[in-house]
């Protein structure tokens, strides 16, 4: 309550501006699952203090969004002829809409008449739209030996944090580098299908995305 009556407050006292934009994101937290999306960006705020809109999403590619490291658990399982049926589980993020506080934590530095640069602190909520599968070992599907059993699709809130880095051309066009934190509460990996896991845990995974920005006064 107290951030947004003094953001607020910097709103009545400073000149409001707003910046939207479109970018690429990589999840690259995840060590299971692989790709690019696309995103888009909406900023609205005045002085170091912005609220922004994200809105992501990914195309789910199934075989092809899993990494190595996926592929080689099951192999490794299914050389070992396990009787105990071994899954892999894998949760793939196709889509996501955030409300992220924004906020430069220094003085924009200014180089020459033209770039300007300044670091900011992001963090707020989000909604998560995610496919889970099961990965699993099958011989006959040639190379990789590696077939999906689709599982359920849901709808999870998610808490994020990060940074960024903002680099502006004559105060209108932009570039933001930012890394974020995804966190959410979850059940623990079920690797056995027949022994179903109750226990929950903390997950985090880090997304990476590059923007580009045009402002309006």
């Keep these: 309550m ?3 009556l003094l953001f ?36 609205v705020g005045s002085g170091r203090t912005k ?6 999403y990914t195309p789910d ?16 399982a299914g050389s070992a002829g396990s009787e105990a049926g071994f899954v892999q589980p894998v949760e793939k ?24 640069v300044s670091p ?8 998560a739209v995610v496919q889970s599968y099961y990965a699993q070992y099958d011989d006959s599907s040639g190379s990789p ?5 689709t599982d359920q699709k849901v709808v999870r809130l998610i808490a994020k944090a990060g940074m960024s880095l903002e680099i502006w051309a004559q105060s209108k066009w932009g570039i933001r580098l930012t890394t974020i934190d995804q966190v959410h509460m979850g059940k ?24 580009f920005l045009v402002q309006f006064k």
Excluded at 14 to 38: C, F, P, Y
Excluded at 51 to 56: D, R
């Design 8 to 43: 607020m407050a910097g709103i009545s006292t400073a000149e409001a501006g707003a910046a939207a934009g479109v970018g690429v994101m990589l999840n690259n937290g995840d060590v299971l699952t692989q790709g690019l999306g696309a995103r888009g960006v909406v900023q």
């Design 120 to 127: 900011h602190l992001l963090g707020g909520v989000g909604m």
């Design 51 to 56: 609220l922004e809109a994200v809105a992501g």
């Design 188 to 211: 623990k990996p079920q690797y056995d299908p027949d022994e179903p896991v109750t226990e929950s845990q903390v997950y985090h995974r880090v997304q990476s995305s590059i923007d």
């Design 61 to 76: 590619r199934g075989l092809g969004n899993l990494t190595g490291l996926t592929h080689t658990l099951v192999a490794i």
């Design 2 to 4: 107290i951030f947004a």
């Design 145 to 149: 030996s590696t077939v999906l059993v």
């Design 93 to 116: 993020q196709v889509s996501s809409v955030s409300g992220l506080f924004d906020w430069s934590v220094v003085e924009p530095m200014q180089f020459s008449d033209t770039w300007v």
